[in-house]
């Protein structure tokens, strides 16, 4: 079993101060193992990767190539080329939905989006819709059910449908996907899925392979690792056969310039290198490989089993503030990862939180990056979001409870 009060002693910002950290699906702090491991790329590694071919600079490749092998292994890619290193969740949907947008989009076609969305996997399609002349479409989900499966898109796909796309895990509902059967309905027309997991990659057990997925995008900061590092994976047939979008050094293999006609010829690399253009975030793979073999060591069957067990005592200690209290997304614990979002009545989410911050305890407040489903489901002044993660404590949700209620006059 996760021992959060041992894991804690890893966290120098834990240590260091005495925030109760709550704002987990923002970014999570980071372990001391992924903060020396970049001190000791700095001080001992420090070189351009695939380009020198001395000593240090092989160390620095090695290195970011087996951080691309590491993170493979972690959702169960087939191979590490399918793996390519970004800087986050919203830089991997824009490069993806670009691509796409020059081989499988085209006029007339139709783009699949959830109500559920961030803006970071919606604002991409709706803009390559914008120029190529595809249609979106928005999906929603039955406030009785709260979550999406492949029934809620059977209205929704047609033979004209080339990407279906959703969050694994809502950033406001907490809600788990369906994802298995989102895949099935989406490749009965051929299209593609394209997967969210920024808030499912750091919290659950994912297997690419399992979730029958095309593409799937997470941050490194959401998992331990240090931002401007995030993952691009999609499979390797796929990817081979889309071009890149990004033009740079190290994503070809070969250039020619003909002087006379000015016509240029280029190689593309082999994958991931085609669509890493330039030179990447080395100390940041590197600093992300450490935390995935943080996470692999406590097991994400145990990250999961922690976080469950947490939201289950949150939401029975929120009750105890019973109507003054609305929580958004089903009270089933075991259908949603470990983040709550709730509100109370008569206050502004923005006061809640300028609260609980009084108090040291830091959760976050407004639309999480998500204005359209506030607006169906009638919250215009967004909510409050508490989020976990593995050295989250229950005493820590007795201080959120406790100061929600001297709040509420209780
Ligand atoms: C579901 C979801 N998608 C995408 C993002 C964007 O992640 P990033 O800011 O790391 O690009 C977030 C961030 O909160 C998120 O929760």
Same mark, same amino acid.
């Given at each position: 079993?996760?021992?959060?009060?041992?894991?804690?002693?890893?966290?120098?910002?834990?240590?260091?101060?005495?925030?109760?950290?709550?704002?987990?699906?923002?970014?999570?702090?980071?372990?001391?193992?992924?903060?020396?491991?970049?001190?000791?790329?700095?001080?001992?590694?420090?070189?351009?990767?695939?380009?020198?071919?001395?000593?240090?600079?092989?160390?620095? #490749?090695?290195?970011?190539?087996?951080?691309?092998?590491?993170?493979?292994?972690?959702?169960?890619?087939?191979?590490?080329?399918?793996?390519?290193?970004?800087?986050?969740?919203?830089?991997?949907?824009?490069?993806?939905?670009? #691509?796409?947008?020059?081989?499988?989009?085209?006029?007339?076609?139709?783009?699949?989006? #959830?109500?559920?969305?961030?803006?970071?996997?919606?604002?991409?399609?709706?803009?390559?819709?914008?120029?190529?002349?595809?249609?979106?479409?928005?999906?929603?989900?039955?406030?009785?059910?709260?979550?999406?499966?492949?029934?809620?898109?059977?209205?929704?796909?047609?033979?004209?449908?080339?990407?279906?796309?959703?969050?694994?895990?809502?950033?406001?509902?907490?809600?788990?996907?369906?994802?298995?059967?989102?895949?099935?309905?989406?490749?009965?027309?051929?299209?593609?899925?394209?997967?969210?997991?920024?808030?499912?990659?750091?919290?659950?057990?994912?297997?690419?392979?399992?979730?029958?997925?095309?593409?799937?995008?997470?941050?490194?900061?959401?998992?331990?690792?240090?931002?401007?590092?995030?993952?691009?994976?999609?499979?390797?047939?796929?990817?081979?056969?889309?071009?890149?979008?990004?033009?740079?050094?190290?994503?070809?293999?070969?250039?020619?310039?003909?002087?006379?006609?000015?016509?240029?010829?280029?190689?593309?690399?082999?994958?991931?290198?085609?669509?890493?253009?330039?030179?990447?975030?080395?100390?940041?793979?590197?600093?992300?490989?450490?935390?995935?073999?943080?996470?692999?060591?406590?097991?994400?069957?145990?990250?999961?089993?922690?976080?469950?067990?947490?939201?289950?005592?949150?939401?029975?200690?929120?009750?105890?503030?019973?109507?003054?209290?609305?929580?958004?997304?089903?009270?089933?614990?075991?259908?949603?990862?470990?983040?709550?979002?709730?509100?109370?009545?008569?206050?502004?989410?923005?006061?809640?939180?300028?609260?609980?911050?009084?108090?040291?305890?830091?959760?976050?407040?407004?639309?999480?990056?998500?204005?359209?489903?506030?607006?169906?489901?009638?919250?215009?002044?967004?909510?409050?979001?508490?989020?976990?993660?593995?050295?989250? #404590?229950?005493?820590?949700?007795?201080?959120?409870?406790?100061?929600?209620?001297?709040?509420?006059?209780?």
């Amino acid at each position: 079993m996760l021992n959060a009060e041992k894991i804690r002693e890893d966290f120098p910002l834990l240590k260091n101060t005495n925030i109760i950290y709550l704002d987990n699906a923002a970014t999570t702090q980071k372990p001391i193992q992924v903060i020396e491991a970049i001190k000791e790329f700095y001080s001992k590694y420090n070189a351009n990767i695939h380009r020198g071919i001395y000593e240090l600079s092989e160390k620095a #490749t090695e290195l970011y190539e087996e951080a691309h092998e590491e993170v493979a292994k972690f959702i169960n890619a087939r191979s590490w080329e399918e793996v390519i290193f970004v800087r986050n969740t919203s830089e991997a949907l824009n490069i993806l939905a670009l #691509t796409l947008s020059k081989k499988v989009i085209s006029r007339g076609d139709e783009i699949i989006v #959830t109500i559920m969305d961030h803006h970071s996997n919606l604002l991409p399609w709706f803009k390559v819709a914008e120029y190529t002349g595809a249609k979106v479409r928005v999906v929603k989900f039955s406030p009785a059910k709260w979550s999406l499966s492949g029934e809620d898109l059977e209205n929704y796909v047609t033979e004209k449908t080339r990407i279906v796309t959703l969050p694994h895990v809502s950033n406001v509902l907490g809600v788990i996907n369906d994802i298995k059967s989102v895949a099935k309905v989406a490749h009965e027309v051929d299209a593609l899925l394209v997967v969210d997991g920024a808030q499912s990659v750091p919290h659950l057990p994912v297997d690419v392979r399992e979730l029958e997925a095309d593409f799937l995008a997470f941050s490194g900061h959401k998992m331990l690792g240090p931002t401007g590092i995030g993952v691009l994976w999609g499979r390797k047939d796929l990817l081979e056969d889309l071009p890149p979008i990004l033009y740079g050094g190290d994503m070809i293999k070969s250039v020619s310039l003909d002087l006379f006609t000015s016509r240029l010829n280029i190689v593309y690399n082999d994958l991931p290198w085609k669509f890493e253009a330039g030179t990447p975030n080395i100390a940041g793979g590197i600093g992300l490989c450490e935390a995935v073999r943080y996470l692999k060591k406590i097991g994400m069957n145990e990250v999961r089993r922690h976080e469950e067990k947490l939201l289950q005592y949150t939401l029975k200690r929120l009750s105890e503030l019973e109507d003054k209290v609305s929580i958004l997304g089903p009270l089933d614990f075991s259908k949603r990862s470990g983040l709550v979002s709730f509100n109370l009545s008569g206050y502004d989410p923005f006061a809640v939180a300028s609260w609980l911050a009084s108090d040291n305890i830091a959760v976050r407040a407004g639309f999480h990056c998500a204005q359209p489903l506030y607006k169906y489901l009638g919250l215009d002044k967004g909510s409050v979001r508490a989020s976990f993660y593995i050295y989250n #404590t229950e005493s820590e949700v007795d201080a959120l409870v406790e100061s929600l209620k001297n709040l509420l006059g209780e």
